[in-house]
């Protein structure tokens, strides 16, 4: 028992001084911050233990360091012209809040049982000032930066948003922010061509043109598959079809033998034909082997449509083509029947399905083409996603 509470005794002792040796670290380093997160964890937990009393000490120092740090480097931001008011106003901040952690803590008393000295100051104007200077500065930012290109006004939506999560009713910075969405957005107008001889149907063009189905998630970009009167699209994107093959309707019959050993489980006869008994006037049972035989005339029907083209980028500012890509999509319609004579026995699930199956009519061409649509709009999509225009 004894050498058990010796143990206890040199862990306790053990981590207390790892946690005064990495709060000295921190310390001497300048990380005065992380020195004081250190020591308060130790006094939360008991500020008059007498092995966590260095800590106490430590914490004076690192929190009279960390301030005159602070204040210091505030003076020499303000002393710029171009002043790092996010900075000043987040060392602002910073201070308070360290404040904020001592205070519940106190009183605190050193090892010789002296109390420990903290100098606390009310921050609250300079933080106040500090977050008005701030967002001025933010907003004039977002205000030079909404002047310029598409890449700039994307920074100024960025900063606006910095600054109306400060400050939510900011002047005019909702409507900026939008106005600098809007100029920082490229603008992309599709279009299909058609140059095969096959006609493509209108609901086929339609769902190609519905980019509400195609889940691109392009914060930066807008795909317009109507022409918006007045809008100024920076790209066009033309899905040209050149090829669209129809195949002829086709039913393939072939004629399958099927044979299977089974197992069943049957009651034993003898040779009259009666039932053979147990002691109890149970039936016995015995499991018999057979083979039973049947032939399945299956038929497939069968249609397909294979869809090539390209996707043509176009820069509309710079009246140039940039890129093609090649499309390819194929849609096969299957149908699987067949008629079955023989003994049931014989047939898997696979096979039983198979016969319950019936002849059906063979889709349209158009209805070919519109079942394609999903997988050409697959394709295109991914054409869409993988290309960045900035």
Same mark, same amino acid.
């Given at each position: 028992?004894?050498t058990k509470?010796?143990?206890l005794i040199l862990?306790?002792?053990?981590v207390?001084c790892s ?8 310390l001497?380093?300048g990380? *005065?911050e992380h020195a @004081?997160?250190?020591?308060v /964890?130790?006094l939360q937990k $008991?500020?008059? &233990?007498?092995? %966590?009393?260095e ?8 929190f009279a360091?960390?301030?005159?740090a *602070?204040?210091?480097k @505030?003076g020499f931001l303000? /002393?710029?012209?171009?002043? $790092?008011t996010? &900075?000043v106003? %987040?060392?602002?901040l910073?201070?308070d809040?360290v404040q904020?952690k ?7 008393y050193k090892?010789n049982?002296?109390?420990?000295t903290?100098?606390f100051?009310d ?8 977050k008005?200077d701030?967002?001025t500065s933010l ?6 930066l909404?002047?310029?290109n598409?890449?700039d006004n994307?920074k100024?939506?960025n900063?606006?948003?910095q600054?109306l999560n ?10 900026l922010?939008e ?6 957005t490229?603008?992309?107008y599709v279009?299909?061509e058609?140059?095969?001889n096959v006609?493509i149907p209108?609901?086929l063009?339609?769902a190609?043109?519905d980019?509400n189905t195609?889940?691109?998630d392009?914060?930066?970009t ?5 022409p ?5 699209y ?8 050149r090829?669209?093959a129809v195949?002829p309707?086709?039913?393939?019959e072939k004629?399958i ?7 069943e489980?049957?009651y ?8 053979i008994?147990d ?6 049972t015995?499991?018999?082997?057979s083979?039973?035989k049947?032939r399945l005339?299956q038929v497939?029907q069968?249609?397909s449509?294979?869809?090539?083209g390209q996707?043509?980028?176009f820069?509309l500012?710079?009246?140039?083509k ?8 194929e849609?096969?319609?299957?149908n ?7 003994d ?5 699930k ?11 009519p063979?889709?349209?061409n158009?209805?070919?083409?519109f ?6 709009k697959?394709r295109?999509?991914?054409?869409l996603k ?5």
């Amino acid at each position: 028992m004894k050498t058990k509470l010796s143990y206890l005794i040199l862990f306790i002792l053990t981590v207390s001084c790892s946690g005064v040796k990495q709060a000295n670290k921190a310390l001497y380093s300048g990380n *005065y911050e992380h020195a @004081i997160d250190i020591a308060v /964890k130790r006094l939360q937990k $008991n500020k008059n &233990k007498k092995n %966590d009393k260095e800590q106490v000490a430590l914490l004076e120092d690192a929190f009279a360091k960390m301030k005159s740090a *602070y204040t210091e480097k @505030i003076g020499f931001l303000k /002393k710029d012209i171009n002043v $790092n008011t996010q &900075k000043v106003y %987040d060392l602002y901040l910073r201070m308070d809040k360290v404040q904020n952690k001592i205070k519940p803590l106190l009183p605190l008393y050193k090892a010789n049982g002296t109390p420990a000295t903290f100098t606390f100051e009310d921050f609250s104007d300079q933080i106040v000032q500090a977050k008005q200077d701030y967002v001025t500065s933010l907003y004039d930012e977002g205000v030079v930066l909404s002047k310029g290109n598409k890449k700039d006004n994307r920074k100024a939506y960025n900063t606006f948003g910095q600054l109306l999560n400060l400050y939510p009713n900011y002047q005019d910075a909702k409507k900026l922010r939008e106005e600098a969405r809007y100029k920082g957005t490229d603008f992309v107008y599709v279009t299909l061509e058609n140059n095969t001889n096959v006609v493509i149907p209108i609901r086929l063009e339609q769902a190609l043109l519905d980019f509400n189905t195609y889940g691109l998630d392009d914060f930066w970009t807008e795909y317009h598959g109507n022409p918006i009167k007045g809008q100024k699209y920076d790209y066009e994107v033309v899905l040209e079809f050149r090829e669209i093959a129809v195949s002829p309707e086709r039913l393939a019959e072939k004629e399958i033998p099927l044979e299977r050993e089974i197992i069943e489980t049957l009651y034993k006869k003898d040779r009259s034909g009666n039932y053979i008994l147990d002691d109890r006037g149970n039936k016995i049972t015995e499991e018999v082997k057979s083979i039973v035989k049947g032939r399945l005339n299956q038929v497939i029907q069968t249609k397909s449509v294979g869809v090539a083209g390209q996707v043509h980028y176009f820069d509309l500012q710079r009246n140039q083509k940039i890129n093609s890509y090649p499309l390819q999509s194929e849609f096969i319609f299957e149908n699987l029947f067949a008629e079955f004579s023989g003994d049931k026995r014989v047939l898997n699930k696979d096979e039983e399905a198979m016969i319950r199956n019936k002849f059906v009519p063979f889709p349209s061409n158009e209805q070919m083409l519109f079942d394609a649509s999903n997988d050409i709009k697959s394709r295109f999509a991914s054409i869409l996603k993988r290309y960045k225009f900035n």
